[in-house]
Structure formats: C-alpha cells, structure tokens
C-alpha cells in the first residue's frame, strides 16, 4: 500500500510523485490491488502487469484483475510493458530483449477462468 514509508522511497527516486506506476506481486486481491487503488487515488496511472500477478487461487487473481481494470488500471503483459519501455527497434538493447522474450511463457489462462477484455498497454 502507499505507506509513508514508499511514499519517501518514490520521491527520493522520482523526485515528488510519478505520472505512472507498473505493479506486480503476490495476492493480487489484496496487495496489489490495494496498493493500485491507493495510486490512482493519487492521481497516478497504473499499469498491472497480468501474467506477473498471482494470488493462492486463480479466482481470487483473476476477479481483482477485473475490479482494477474497472477502476481504472490499464492490465496488460510482461511482454508488452518491455516492449513499450523500449519504445521501438532502434533502441540498442532491443535484441537482447527479443531473445530473452521469444520463447513462449507459460500461459497463465487470464481469459479461460472470467477475466474479460484485452491485456493491452500505452506507456
């Protein structure tokens, strides 16, 4: 959550408060959604990455994936938050990217169990 404590942290990185933040972790109904809703209440657009999230039951992942996109968070992928961040193939580590990214993931079913909507991004 958007403790004081990270609050210190962001703006000793980002000097006061950032215009986006990307978010994974454990127990994606609690942590992370939690921590997403205490962002955007703040202002700060959050980008969820999908397949970095994981709660005990997939349900659980799979339902506050939902009520995040409905607050407002953009869900996406792994692959495509590297991608955005890279911006384009002209950026000098975009190969040793792509290698690590070509074999295909483990598929983490975000569709099969009741998430609805596609998991794009614009960084």
Known sequence: MLVPELENKIKAICGEKPCDVVLYGLETHV??????????????????????CTSRLNQDRDLALNRLRDAGCVI?????????????????KFDTIRKLVNPPSVDMQLSK??????TTSKL
């Open 113 to 118: 169990s009741g998430s609805s909507g596609s």
């Open 31 to 52: 942590c992370v959604e939690q921590t997403a809703i205490d962002f955007l209440n703040n202002g700060i657009n959050v980008y969820i990455v999908a397949d970095c």
């Open 76 to 92: 996406t992928t792994s692959e495509s938050i590297i991608f955005n961040l890279l911006r384009d193939k002209n950026n000098p």
